[in-house]
């Protein structure tokens, strides 16, 4: 049994305030060989739309719609992916060691 991680997770949103975190996971995973596994940790649009409800024209949208509930979600995955992607990206160049599905 090793003392050493065998997984470590990282987790993103995406910003510059993330840098240190992925420099620090990238160095722990080639000192231990541990896969790198990355997550996207954001505030969905939808939700953004119940808590600051004065983002959306309140004439214009109503919230129970689920042709814009779709669009909402459809946009949030599209930029999770960017975000993970960018990350998944930095990783790799720094040497950091991801799952082979990745």
């Known amino acids: 049994m090793s003392i050493f991680p065998t997984r470590i997770l990282l987790a993103t949103d ?4 993330v840098a240190p975190a992925t420099d620090v996971a990238v160095q722990l995973s080639k000192l231990t060989g541990s896969e790198l596994h990355i997550t996207y940790v954001g505030e969905d649009a939808y939700s953004a739309t119940l808590i600051y409800p004065e983002t959306i024209d309140p004439g ?3 919230l129970e719609d689920p042709v814009f509930l779709e669009q909402l979600q459809r946009q949030f995955e599209q930029m999770s992916r960017r975000v993970l992607e960018t990350e998944v990206e930095k990783v790799r160049e720094a040497g950091g060691r991801l799952p082979r599905h990745t």
Do not use: K, L, Q
């Open 60 to 62: 214009g949208v109503e």
């Open 14 to 17: 995406g910003s510059e305030n």
